[in-house]
């Protein structure tokens, strides 16, 4: 533990963020931050800023003290503050976020153990939760994956939020190996910085980023040493052009919970790219068809829920083992993924019945080029589209705002009461 915390305090000193500008930034944000905490003898912190290096180096600055840490979207609207009230205690400290500042935190729940990581999930796939991880759990969670890659420093590239376990991991990654890491923009339309190494570099991207670099043509990505795409399946098209375009794609699975990755397949023609090799810190086993987990990374619970004991975890995947691997089935509930983003269907059907101006809502996942799926809505409603688009951006966050409204009298249905699906997506074709 001793070694991890020294180093992160040598991310000031040493040229850990590939940009010079970003390796500044971070550096006077640490700075700042460690001297703020200083100065403040109790509380959780919780940071939410959208600025990704400043919330690196407030999280890291708050880790190596010891506190408590909450992780929270900048993405999240009312909706999903009203549930992180309900969780974070009123001692918490807000750092450097404006949405947070606004908010009256009155979680009941006491105060979480000093060097809690308390990570988000949920949101568009359910209600809000926090994942309790430590130090220790994320430190497993690298150690298991470098020695995938065969050990050595991990160098990566980043488009992602790091508010979420999957950006953060790989900051984790390259900062507690001795690794370099480039923050680049989230369309991957940005050139590699001078001196930053591709070709040992891992990416990691959800299918819609994927899809529109390789529709830029002659992408970086070819020269990565992995390209990792998760957030659920990804189109048989999407993963044919990447191969064809020379780019090293791995299919992961992997959970907030888990620390992020548990299995990675190597997409090549002829591969099933939902049967992947498990990384070597996972004991997985498969029971009534569902996937359950165990090992050092493992969460140790929800915040606000009893803590997990010493023992498998049910992942809530469907899966099965063939021969040492593990298979992905997808989620045993109805989620639709866009953009590498999980949205409970049934959630948000009862968030647009509740609206005043629709009646009653269907929700599903239509194909889509770009997203994976396409969040679509038919809805009874006397509103135009137009005033539901507006609606929605006041009250969903983004991955969840439907693509495509259908505005019906009443929703097809089949003489049992089913939706009637031939209907719908005809329905679909004329608007």
Request: hydrophobic residues 40%.
């Given at each position: 533990m001793g070694q991890a915390l020294s180093r992160l305090q040598e991310l000031v000193t040493r040229p850990w963020l590939a940009c010079p500008e970003q390796q500044s930034h971070f550096a006077e944000a640490y700075a700042a931050a460690a001297k703020r905490l200083g100065n403040i003898t109790a509380g959780p912190v919780v940071i939410g800023d959208a600025d990704r290096v400043r919330f690196l180096a407030s999280a890291f600055a708050a880790i190596e003290q010891g506190r408590a840490v909450f992780l929270a979207s900048p993405a999240w609207g009312a909706h999903e503050w009203r549930q992180a009230e309900a969780l974070i205690p009123p001692s918490a400290i807000v750092w450097s976020n404006s949405a947070a500042a606004e908010r009256t935190f009155h979680g009941n729940f006491g105060e979480p153990e000093p060097g809690s990581i308390l990570i988000p999930t949920g949101g568009t796939g359910g209600r809000i939760k926090f994942a309790v991880h430590t130090l220790a759990t994320?430190?497993?969670?690298?150690?298991?994956?470098?020695?995938?890659?065969?050990?050595?420093?991990?160098?990566?590239?980043?488009?992602l939020p790091v508010c979420h376990i999957g950006g953060l991991m790989l900051a984790l990654r390259t900062a507690l190996t001795g690794g370099r890491l480039w923050l680049c923009d989230a369309r991957l339309e940005e050139t590699p910085p001078p001196g930053f190494d591709l070709g040992s570099a891992h990416c990691s991207v959800v299918g819609a980023q994927l899809r529109r670099a390789l529709d830029q043509g002659g992408h970086w990505l070819s020269q990565c040493r992995a390209v990792l795409v998760g957030g659920g399946p990804s189109a048989p098209e999407l993963l044919r052009d990447a191969f064809e375009a020379g780019i090293p794609l791995y299919t992961a699975y992997g959970?907030?919970?888990?620390?992020?990755?548990?299995?990675?397949?190597?997409v090549s023609p002829g591969s099933d790219p939902a049967v992947g090799d498990v990384l070597p810190h996972w004991r997985v086993d498969v029971a009534d068809g569902l996937i359950r987990l165990r090992g050092e990374a493992l969460f140790r619970g929800y915040w606000?829920?009893?803590?997990?004991?010493?023992?498998?975890?049910?992942t809530g995947d469907r899966g099965e083992l063939l021969d040492g691997q593990l298979k992905v089935l997808g989620r045993a509930g109805r989620f639709i993924v866009t953009g590498g983003r999980k949205v409970d269907a049934d959630l948000l059907e009862k968030r647009l019945g509740s609206w005043p101006e629709i009646d009653a809502a269907l929700v599903f996942g239509a194909p889509h080029r770009e997203w994976g799926e396409a969040v679509t809505a038919v809805v009874v409603s006397s509103s135009s589209v137009a005033e539901l688009v507006a609606k929605?951006?006041?009250?969903?966050?983004?991955?969840?705002?439907?693509?495509?409204?259908?505005?019906?009298?009443?929703?097809?249905?089949?003489?049992?009461?089913?939706?009637?699906?031939?209907?719908?997506?005809?329905?679909?074709?004329?608007?």
């Open positions: 994320l430190m497993a969670s690298v150690r298991g994956y470098q020695a995938h890659w065969s050990g050595g420093a991990l160098n990566a590239i980043c488009p959970l907030t919970e888990a620390a992020a990755t548990v299995a990675l397949n190597q606000g829920q009893a803590m997990r004991v010493d023992d498998f975890w049910e929605a951006k006041e009250e969903l966050m983004p991955e969840m705002r439907p693509k495509q409204w259908i505005c019906v009298e009443a929703i097809p249905q089949t003489e049992h009461g089913k939706p009637d699906w031939p209907a719908i997506y005809s329905l679909m074709k004329s608007t």
